[in-house]
């Protein structure tokens, strides 16, 4: 059983930046992908990033070049740096472990076997 903790949440001003952290606590062996996803109520949840244990990331556009995602194997946790944020960016971001690598992983599918409470991120303009 593997669980995680969101951190680094708060309310920021356009233009600002915040770093996520997720603990996982638990075995997670690869293969794997781990992940950030965001939703805001009335919506689907949409991935962010993800990075799998190959090492590939992949990002959703409207992030791209603004946030970087990022893991620490020796600390078990999950890292996304959020640059440049916009008021787009308000939502709930949940940190999520998928016990395999597939192509869930690239295309960000919400399918993954483990997920944190989530952390709010507020973007003021």
């Known amino acids: 059983q593997v669980q995680l903790a969101e951190s680094g949440g708060g309310s920021v001003q356009a233009g600002g930046s915040l770093r996520l952290s997720c603990a996982a606590s638990g075995h997670i062996s690869s293969p794997y992908c781990m992940g950030w996803f965001r939703q805001i109520p009335g919506k689907d949840r949409e991935g962010v990033a993800t990075?799998?244990?190959?090492?590939?990331?992949t990002y959703a556009d409207s992030v791209k070049g603004r946030f970087t995602i990022s893991q620490d194997k020796a600390k078990n946790t999950l890292y996304l740096q959020m640059n440049s944020l916009k008021p787009d960016d308000t939502a709930t971001y949940y940190c999520?472990?998928?016990?395999?690598?597939?192509?869930?992983?690239?295309?960000?599918?919400?399918?993954?076997?483990?997920w944190g409470q989530g952390t709010q991120v507020t973007v003021s303009s």
């Open positions: 999520a472990v998928d016990g395999v690598l597939s192509h869930y992983c690239y295309t960000m599918r919400p399918t993954f076997d483990y």
């Open positions: 990075i799998g244990s190959d090492g590939t990331t």
